[in-house]
């Protein structure tokens, strides 16, 4: 089982639609949370952490659940410059960082 | 200022060159990473730095050598690559590794890469 397992998708939605991606981690003592956006052949950047009491920034929402092993990013009002490919990354104390195998999605006009 | 910066952004070597990557950053960060990503493979990591000392090897190859000269400047020394090395290679950094240190989520943040292509 992989460390931090992702939909690899495509998720393919209209503009202006709602979407969801769930991301689970196997590893119990992880302790830091991150969404990161990439697009393609550039380099991964921070999206947003994931704090415990869940937090939201503009159209994006994450939430953290500890007791079930997952962590999700919800997109509102979904812009075609949101399509690119989302990976949560699980790390924290003394293990390395490790990132999930990454979402896709494509926005549609 | 959230930039790291990586030279060169493009390398093409042969298997008997020795070659080296860059990596730079001003934000008084003290983890600098390694990371090695494939085409449509998330990023995975090599190495990790913590106050210039060696912390993480994840078993990588020693035709592939770190090094931190000191705590704004991380380096990928090659040699003797092979073909299945050919890879973006990313650097980035962060406050701290440790998050019992830090005590806040450690927020990486990445350089450009360096697209490395082994012939």
């Known amino acids: 089982r992989k460390e931090v397992e992702q939909d690899p998708g495509p998720f393919n939605v209209p503009e202006g639609a709602t979407v969801a991606f769930n991301c689970t981690y196997s590893n119990s003592a992880s302790q830091s949370f991150f969404w990161y956006r990439q697009d393609c052949r550039k380099e991964p950047k921070l999206l947003m952490s994931?704090?415990?009491s869940g937090n939201e920034d503009g159209r994006f929402t994450a939430q953290l659940n500890r007791a079930s092993q997952y962590i999700s990013l919800l997109i509102r009002d979904s812009k075609l410059s949101d399509s690119a490919t989302y990976l949560c990354v699980a790390s924290g104390g003394y293990q390395k960082v490790t990132f999930g195998t990454g979402t896709k999605l494509q926005v549609i006009p | 200022d959230t930039e790291v910066t990586q030279t060169p952004k493009h390398l093409v070597m042969g298997m008997t060159n020795k070659k080296s990557l860059k990596c730079e950053q001003h934000m008084g960060h003290r983890a600098m990473y390694w990371y090695k990503q494939k085409a449509k493979k998330p990023p995975e990591l090599m190495f990790v730095y913590s106050y210039e000392k060696l912390s993480i090897n994840e078993s990588v190859p020693s035709r592939f050598s770190p090094e931190c000269p000191n705590s704004s400047l991380l380096n990928l020394h090659l040699h003797a690559l092979q073909p299945e090395d050919s890879a973006l290679y990313l650097c980035?950094?962060?406050?701290?590794?440790?998050?019992?240190?830090?005590?806040?989520?450690?927020?990486?943040?990445f350089g450009p890469g360096t697209r490395l292509t082994v012939t």
């Open positions: 980035a950094s962060s406050q701290d590794w440790v998050f019992e240190l830090a005590g806040v989520p450690l927020e990486q943040y």
């Open positions: 994931v704090y415990s």
